[in-house]
């Protein structure tokens, strides 16, 4: 009996510990602090670009022969003065060789009778030597001095052309293309190698200048030209448009910046385009050299012009390039529907695009800001 008293007593002894366990835990409240998404939010939107050469050169030999070496590859970078591309020079080293020993040859007849002369000329004022033999071994002389400076000539003339079996770096620059490759028999003048250069002079710093706003498919029209210390990238300035001026990127994106204007409209139809089922033969064809750009904006519609440009020079030192048009498009930017008229303007033909394309963007305040 005494047993199951003290049994009662621990049953409520350890009951009533626990209650006063839970009676005392506090539960504190958790500070909660709203976040502002609009403080300190940035956005970014991505320009394709282009490194656009502010030089050309298309590089060629002298000399018609096979091309021997191309020490460089499509890319590579070329300090001025380094050789690029040689062709085989073993016929015009045999030629070298010739010449010098016609040159040295001559040279020692020259100067023999050099020393003949002077000799002649002091016997003749001795009253030693007649006039005649004096005569002669002047003329003999001036013979032997013409003859050494046609050999000087030729030898010159010989190493300038062993020298012409090279084709040099003008400037600093880039191999844009290989136009032919080794192995090959060009003539005289053919062209070899493309090649050229993105640097400009600024404050006497060389910088590499970008075009920004350019796509590989269809080209955006407006562009802005950013330039990059090449040796200093965190220097980066741009072409302020307006003034003219180069300035610091810093300076102009402090300046008042709003992503609207028709180059932000034109980014946003070359993506419609792009992801629309335009059926045209000639866009098809041209699809990666297609141009975009707004031919006119009347009233809800955005009138676009597809082209592609070709070069009709017959060389290309002097590209002639002419415009031809595609295709037609327009945007309704009330019913957001894509029309193709390029064949019939009284009945276009709507074609359908990726319509998420827009689902954030109000495409008619974008393009008439």
Known sequence: MKTKYIL???????????KKDIEEEVIRPVKIQEINSSQNENFNIDFPAQISPTQKTILA???????????????????????????????????????????EAANAVAQNAEVQFSRAEKLYK?????????????????????TLKEASAGLENARNTLNDTKIIAPYDGYIDKKIVE????????????????????????????????????????????????????????????????????SLWKEKEYSPKGEMYCTNFLVKIVKSSNLDNLLYKANKEKSFLRIDRIENENIYIEIYTENDISDTPQQPQVV???????????????LYDNTLDIENPKELTYDRELLKKVNLDN???E
């Open 8 to 18: 009662v007593f621990l049953l409520l002894f350890i009951f009533t510990a626990c």
């Open 61 to 103: 030999f002298k000399y018609a022969g096979k091309i021997k070496n191309i020490n460089f590859e499509s890319g590579d970078f070329v300090k001025k003065g380094q050789v690029i591309a040689t062709i085989d020079d073993s016929d015009y080293k045999v030629n070298l060789e010739a010449i010098s020993k016609k040159y």
């Open 126 to 146: 001795g009253g030693a030597m007649p006039k005649k033999d004096y005569d002669n071994a002047l003329m003999q002389k001036n013979v032997a001095i013409s």
């Open 182 to 249: 080794v192995g090959t028999v060009v003539p005289e003048g053919g062209p070899v190698i493309s090649f050229i250069s993105n640097e400009v002079s600024i404050e006497n710093t060389p910088f590499f200048e970008l075009y920004v706003g350019y796509n590989s498919a269809i080209r955006f029209e407006n562009r802005y030209i950013l330039y990059v210390n090449r040796t200093d990238i965190e220097d980066i300035r741009i072409l302020e448009a307006s003034s003219g001026e180069i300035i610091a990127l």
């Open 323 to 337: 415009e031809r048009s595609i295709a037609w498009l327009f945007f309704n930017t009330s019913t957001k529907r």
């Open 366 to 368: 974008l393009c008439r």
